[in-house]
């Protein structure tokens, strides 16, 4: 028994240094042409690898330094997307058959430049079990199913107030944030003067059918407002439809209405503003609307019940 056991060792410990042998001597770079190709046709879009290795992240992994990815009528400077670093674990049996199976996928920072929309960074966590097969691009994409879950930190949307842009498109109220900027605390007219917004961590499950990235329930946080959100992305036109509501935060939302009165009408039960909006077009051309009916009939309706109760009260 002991004489078996000491077999099954020496051979396990072979076994180990063979395979960190090979992780050590295997070079990767070789496939980088073949995969960049397949990301191109995968995506239609230009991609470029500086370095591709493997790794041990949670399983077999490739350790990618130096990716970007654009439009084909767009110059490197105007990549869509960057990242320094990203490891994805990967089934090694589809590579055989020059298909990529996905386990994860971690980018520590991850910038998004979609041209004339402002830019964002994040670090992007997937864990999921997605097959990119040797299907043509659309067809690929038509059939492609995968379900998982997604997390987001250090993210932060560059050039663009989420909430000041939210409330600028009120214009039943004009010159509603520059009122509010000129007549608020320091502490809250700075979050409106601010130009970026800063989120806190997201953690959201995702579904990909029918070509499109759906979710449901996605809370995103930040220190002036939350949205809950549900919709779809698509992977083939690239079309955004997503259905939101945005809520400001009980203190900032008194805030607003001892300087705003019209927006108390806005409030719920909680006290807090809200405001449902729509997220849509297709990318880099996405428009954030607030649903403009919602907001008139709020108004007109609380401010009649409050008519008809000084009429009341004075009888």
């Not at 659309?138 to 995968?146: I, P, R, V």
């Not at 439809?241 to 805030?255: E, Y």
């Not at 649903?291 to 009341?312: A, H, P």
Request: glycine share 6%; hydrophobic share 45%.
């Amino acid at each position: 028994m002991k004489k078996n056991l000491i077999i099954i060792s020496v051979l396990a410990l072979a076994l180990v240094a063979a395979a960190a042998l090979f992780m050590f001597t295997f070079d990767a770079n070789r496939y980088k042409g073949a995969l960049i190709a397949k990301l191109e046709e995968s995506m239609g879009k230009d991609v470029m690898i500086d370095n591709i290795s493997l790794g041990l992240l949670a399983g077999f992994g490739i350790e990618v330094r130096g990716i970007a990815i654009k439009d084909k009528d767009k110059t490197w400077d105007s990549a869509l997307l960057k990242a320094k670093d990203l490891s994805v674990s990967v089934k090694i049996l589809p590579l055989l058959k020059k298909d990529i199976q996905i386990r994860r996928l971690f980018v520590p920072e991850l910038v998004v430049n979609p041209g004339a929309s402002p830019s964002f960074r994040c670090s992007l966590d997937l864990n999921m079990n997605i097959l990119i097969n040797s299907l043509p691009q659309e067809d690929m994409l038509k059939t492609l199913t995968a379900a998982g879950a997604m997390k987001l930190e250090k993210a932060v949307l560059e050039d663009m107030n989420v909430l000041k842009a939210a409330l600028d498109k009120l214009n039943m109220l004009p010159g509603l944030v520059q009122k509010l900027k000129d007549n608020l605390p320091e502490k809250y007219s700075r979050l409106l003067s601010q130009n970026y917004t800063v989120f806190e961590p997201v953690n959201a499950d995702f579904e990909i059918r029918d070509g499109k990235i759906f979710f449901d329930k996605l809370l995103v946080k930040s220190d002036t407002f939350y949205l809950v959100s549900k919709g779809s992305i698509g992977m083939i036109d690239q079309r955004l439809q997503i259905s939101a509501d945005l809520f400001i935060p009980k203190d900032l939302s008194g805030a607003f209405g001892s300087i705003v009165p019209e927006l108390k009408y806005l409030t719920d039960n909680d006290g807090l503003i809200t405001i449902p909006l729509d997220i849509k077009g297709k990318i880099p051309d996405i428009s954030v609307m607030p649903d403009l009916n919602y907001v008139l009939q709020k108004l007109f309706v609380s401010k009649g019940q409050e008519l008809l109760n000084k009429f009341f009260k004075s009888r």
